[in-house]
């Protein structure tokens, strides 16, 4: 007898067509050698949603869309699931000595953000053009053999690069997290302090050299400061649980074939 591969999804008589399986599971990650892992990923999400769906008209919830952001709205499905768990959840306020207690489990990740003083000399090009990028990329490293690991001549070999910082020597002064590139910042988490890029670092703006001046590492923050950063994370985990068990709840009335809600 023959299994069908993906099979149809049905909750409680519903049928959840391929085709919108098919489409969900795009935005499931799975290994790129394991495509059913995204499908069941998908079966799972689309058989949940139809769940909450039903039982939201079973209560007879009339969708009131919320404006999420300038001309754009809530979908009436989605103002039905919220309004389904808004009435169904009940979140009891985090206590103080359970948020408290929290904190007390390691204070030191709650810190401020490192400020990092840094240097860099750009050899800039359009990354998506590979004789730009080529031929900036080789300037680059005749620049970074002129430093021979010489943090002190630093200043003197940015004379030549394309940013406008070459004429404080590189200096970018004091950056936080954010305030750069991403290809930039993660090549400066790399450095010791007064250290300079092994290699020629690309970004959107160019092939980047950098040196990690130094370093000021964030302060651990008061519990006052931090206080309502933690409550919010312990409520949205309340949150989910609750939400958790009511699919759960849902679920074990329910008639499904064709998707586990077990985690995958």
Sequence with gaps: M????????????????????AAEAQNHEAPKDKPGIAWRKAAQALAIRALLLQEAK???LVPDPLALAPNR?????EALIRALLDEALEIAPVAEDVV???????PDRYR???????????????????AARGLAETRALALLARLDGDAKSFAAVARDSDCGSKAAGGHLGQLGPGD??????????TLADEC??????????????IRLNATAPGQVLPYETVRPKIAQALEKAAWADASRAFVESLAKRSSITGASLAPI
């Design 2 to 21: 023959n299994v069908a591969l993906f099979p149809d999804v049905v909750v409680n008589g519903e049928t959840i067509p391929s085709a919108a399986i």
């Design 112 to 130: 401020s953000a490192p400020l990092w003083d840094v240097s860099h000399i750009l050899c800039a090009c359009d990354p998506r053009d590979d």
């Design 196 to 209: 300079i890029t092994t290699a020629p670092v690309l970004s959107r703006h160019g092939w980047h050299i």
């Design 73 to 77: 709205f809530e979908t009436e499905d």
């Design 58 to 60: 079973r209560r007879g």
């Design 100 to 106: 408290r207690a929290e904190w007390a489990k390691d």
């Design 180 to 189: 750069t590139v991403p290809e930039f910042e993660a090549a400066l988490r």
